[in-house]
């Protein structure tokens, strides 16, 4: 690389870049957290390794991200429950009538106590995550942990209402 700075280097890609994974993640959002990490690793690699061709090396950055995202939510399937298995539970109603809407406030309790058998951190994960509807980094940010750690504790939240809830 010549006299040009790393991060002088990398802003000229950042906007194709940030298309380009946009195009390819369908969420901005998460892009532009992808985008914040290849500044940082490609900051970082810059300053100790010369880079012939910065824009093919932070394409191919950004390609090794992407696959590296996808094996970890593969390895990491935290939300194995679909819509049909809380409804086969009776966690959803669309039209409750009124001994639905009574049930319903039955179940509610029991989820209520069986949320109250997990540790204060996977509660308050579940209850960010499912009520609030935050997604893992939202939580993972707000509760100054990692989105790893979400995850995990989110799956356990799920198996442990799931299973709770089955039962009763």
Known sequence: MSQESSHTVFLRYRQELLAWLTQQMQEADQARDVVQELYLRYVDHAAAHPVENPRAYLFQMARNILVDMARQQQSRQTDPFTHEEMDAIGMVDPNPGPEQIAAGKQRLRLLVACLAE?????????????????????????????????????AKALRHVMDHMKTH
């Open 118 to 154: 997990l540790p204060e951190l996977t509660q308050q994960i579940f209850i960010l995550n499912r009520v609030h509807e935050m997604s893992y980094r939202e939580v993972a940010e707000q509760l100054g942990i990692s989105v790893s750690s979400v995850q995990k504790h989110l």
